[in-house]
């Protein structure tokens, strides 16, 4: 099972920027893809970003297109989330995972096997 954990996260101001790094320990294999999930409070967990880890083929959901990129570095088996123009919204935990089959849409935190901590990602006004 991969081990993940996310960082970068902070306080930041309405219309900055962040960028959210997920390390992973362990193998991540091709088959794999890897998402970025945000849970804000009262709300529950959704998906933001997801990339393929063997094509880089990338999925956002609809309120952080343009704004938000998702990336990855095979080579250091990390990935990246690019946070731009960033709104009081888009406050939440952000967390980082991993779906190792190709079973299961990345859309659904169930179809996720392993989880990262989860980063603290806070947009003032």
């Known amino acids: 099972q991969v081990q993940l954990v996310e960082s970068g996260g902070g306080l930041v101001q309405a219309g900055e920027s962040l960028r959210l790094s997920c390390a992973a320990s362990?193998?991540?294999?091709?088959?794999?893809?890897m998402g970025w999930f945000r849970q804000a409070p009262g709300k529950e967990r959704e998906s933001v970003a997801a990339?393929?880890?063997?094509?880089?083929?990338?999925y956002y959901v609809h309120s952080v297109k343009g704004r938000f990129t998702i990336s990855r570095d095979v080579a250091k088996n990390t990935v990246y989330l690019q946070m731009n123009s960033l709104k009081p919204e888009d406050t939440a935990v952000y967390y980082c995972?991993?779906?190792?089959?190709?079973?299961?849409?990345?859309?659904?935190?169930?179809?996720?096997?392993?989880w990262g901590q989860g980063t603290q990602v806070t947009v003032s006004s």
């Open positions: 995972a991993a779906k190792s089959t190709l079973i299961g849409s990345y859309y659904y935190p169930s179809n996720f096997d392993s």
């Open positions: 362990g193998r991540i294999f091709s088959t794999s893809t």
């Open positions: 990339i393929t880890w063997s094509g880089g083929v990338t």
